[in-house]
């Protein structure tokens, strides 16, 4: 459907018009009416036209200040003027603005259809045009950015074909001075940031792909440009951040650029305030890297987790979290910190007390990757979360594991009855606790199910015999309480990656055990 404006400041000609082109094209047109200049000229920018049918004389903003108006927007709509017999002075001028008809009026039914049908016929032509342009415009942006990311992703691309792929991306080798800068939205990244950078960068003539963590990369021509992209993106509502290399020319230093601007971005996370922000690299590159890490304190953090002691352990993570020695320092400094609380705290917490609730790793998703936090601050909070839950839950396994006498009783009974046809039920009664209860607390005992802590006894208990007895695979499979030989065969399997015949064949060749 196209949008037509009607023009005139009587009204009776504006309702005539739009009853006659609605009656030879039903439902090709959107139509719009306006009593002067300046009420079109507000109808248009709110609702774009691709048609005007304006009067020439009409008070305050005549006709034809009205088409130079429209001629000094991008995409002008096509324009017919209507003009009676004494105007034909101002339709010669109004001729020199690109106007497409010009119509006489009383207005004859079949001229308006006439000047319409060659208008369509034009624009049809137009939007072809314009479609095969932006196809075109569309594949040489996609065969850009496929040709800077592919020197994004070989570090060891030699310089003669760096030239050869940035040459083929649209830019000279030897191109003037340019920033590369590094853009990723606030937030969930939904494709918003995307598809308001493409059109105003293209708009500029300045090369915008995604990489391959669809952060926007732009090759801009200097710092101001970005800065003026980041209040365009604000005024629309969208927060970025804006990582920006130090000035570069040439090929040879895109990618040195690249990986400056990315550097730069990282210091996203000291800003005070959320809400998007520039980062200069020129303004970080200077920061010292740190010499020592505070292995001590997290040795002590740590131990303090099962405690319960939480004034200690928020204490202690503060001491390890120093903002001030953050700040100081180059960034790498909070990435070791917070690998050092994954691989030191948490992930020796797993390996002690087993898998932790649903709750906890859920947090720890949360701050399990530094940058998936919006800045430093929350990193903190979270991570915080986590260590008071983890505190609660190692006290919990440790409780269970010391204070649950009936839970011993229930791991004797087991291992001296691996033989027999064992169940939870049969075990939670003989220990004389609820079913249900049973379950959790067994598996909080001992890290893992009752059907799994059955099948490592009966496992355990088949290698003694495989090792030191010369008693067949299915004799051996009944002697610890499989129903079959092929239960037991597979259970062997996934627990110790071998059959039984190759555990029995390893074992006593390291024995020196004749056959």
């Known amino acids: 459907m196209y949008r037509l404006l009607i023009v005139d400041d009587e009204r009776n000609i504006r309702i005539g018009l739009k009853a006659m082109i609605e009656r030879e094209y039903p439902s090709l047109f959107s139509i719009g009416l306006a009593a002067g200049g300046a009420e079109a ?9 691709d048609i005007v049918v304006t009067d020439i004389r009409m008070p305050g903003m005549d006709g034809l200040e009205l088409i130079r108006e429209l001629n000094k927007l991008p995409s002008p709509p096509a324009v017919i003027i209507l003009s009676g017999y004494d105007d034909f002075q101002y339709a010669k001028e109004a001729i020199t603005h690109k106007v497409r ?15 319409l049908n060659r208008m369509l016929t034009d624009l049809g032509k137009e939007q072809e045009v314009a479609r095969e342009l932006s196809e075109l415009g569309k594949y040489r942006a996609e065969q850009a ?52 950078a493409e059109p105003y960068w293209k708009e500029r003539r300045s090369i915008c792909f995604e990489d391959k963590d669809r952060n926007v990369v732009v090759i801009a021509e200097d710092e101001a440009a970005v800065a003026d992209f980041a209040r365009h993106a604000m005024d629309r509502g969208l927060h970025v951040h804006i990582g920006v290399s130090l000035k570069a020319a040439g090929a040879g230093q895109f990618k040195r650029g690249y990986v400056q601007a990315k550097q730069a971005l990282k210091y996203r996370m000291l800003q005070a305030q959320p809400g998007g922000g520039i980062f200069y690299y ?15 304190a997290f040795r002590r953090l740590a131990n303090l987790l099962g405690t319960g002691r939480k004034q200690d352990i928020k204490e202690q993570w503060h001491e390890i979290m120093d903002l001030r020695e953050i700040r100081r320092l180059d960034i790498s400094y909070l990435e070791r910190l917070s690998r050092m609380l994954n691989e030191q705290v948490i992930d020796r917490v797993f390996a002690d007390y ?29 991570a915080e979360a986590l260590l008071l839950r983890l505190d609660d839950y190692v006290k919990d396994v440790k409780e269970a594991h010391v204070g649950h006498a009936e839970m011993k009783a229930a791991v004797d009974y087991i291992c001296e009855n691996y033989a027999k046809p064992l169940n939870m039920a049969t075990v939670s009664n003989h220990v004389s606790l609820n079913y249900s209860y049973f379950s959790e607390t067994f598996k909080q005992f001992t890290g893992m199910s009752f059907v799994n802590y059955v099948k490592k006894v009966r496992i355990e208990k088949a290698k003694e015999l495989l090792e030191h007895t010369r008693g067949k695979v299915y004799e051996i499979a009944e002697q610890v309480g499989f129903e079959s030989v092929k239960q037991f065969n597979r259970v062997f399997r996934e627990q110790e990656g071998i059959s039984p015949m190759e555990y029995r064949e390893k074992a006593w060749v390291q024995a020196g055990v004749p056959e």
């Not at 000229?41 to 036209?49: D, I, N, Y």
């Not at 990311?149 to 000279?172: C, M, T, V």
């Not at 590369?180 to 940031?193: D, H, M, S, T």
């Open 101 to 115: 008809e010009y119509l006489l009026k009383p207005i004859v039914r079949e001229d308006l259809h006439q000047a």
């Open 41 to 49: 000229l507000e109808l248009h920018r709110s609702e774009k036209a």
């Open 145 to 196: 950015a496929d040709q800077l990311n592919y020197i994004l992703l070989h570090p060891d691309l030699p310089e003669h074909e760096i030239e050869r792929r940035f040459a083929k991306a649209g830019l000279s080798p030897s191109s003037s001075p340019f920033v590369v800068a590094v853009v990723r939205e606030e937030g969930p990244r939904n494709g918003a940031l995307a598809k308001l």
């Open 282 to 296: 020129s303004d970080v590159w200077h920061l010292p890297m740190p010499q020592t890490y505070p292995e001590d």
């Open 354 to 382: 087993g898998e932790a609730s649903v709750e906890i790793l859920k947090i720890y998703k949360k701050i399990g990757y530094l940058y998936d936090s919006q800045a430093v601050f929350s990193y903190i909070h979270d």
